[in-house]
């Protein structure tokens, strides 16, 4: 097997692994608000700060910019999706 298809597989290992955890997260997060045991208003201004953050490090390439503001927008679309079918407050 070449050294090229070794390294695309590892990628996609990645890949997988990193989707899982941010299920994961989000249905943590998503639980914990349903339950109380966090504060909306809070976990958003956290996650609008993260977005803010990774925006304007410089020390980040536009690819992994890219993949965080995605998984913290991700993060937000579930506690919305959440809310409009009243799962959570």
């Known amino acids: ?15 997988g692994q990193i989707t899982a955890q941010q299920m994961i997260m989000e249905g943590v997060i998503v ?26 490090n410089k020390n980040m390439t536009k690819s992994e910019t890219f993949g965080a503001l995605g998984t913290l927008t991700s ?7 959440m809310k409009d079918a009243k799962l959570i407050g």
């Open 75 to 81: 993060v937000a679309d579930s506690i919305k999706r």
């Open 31 to 56: 639980e914990a608000l349903r339950k109380n045991a966090i504060d909306e208003a809070q976990i958003m201004a956290l996650l609008t700060q993260g977005m803010d953050v990774f925006e304007n």
């Open 1 to 15: 097997m070449s050294k090229m298809k070794d390294l695309e597989r590892s990628i996609e290992v990645i890949a």
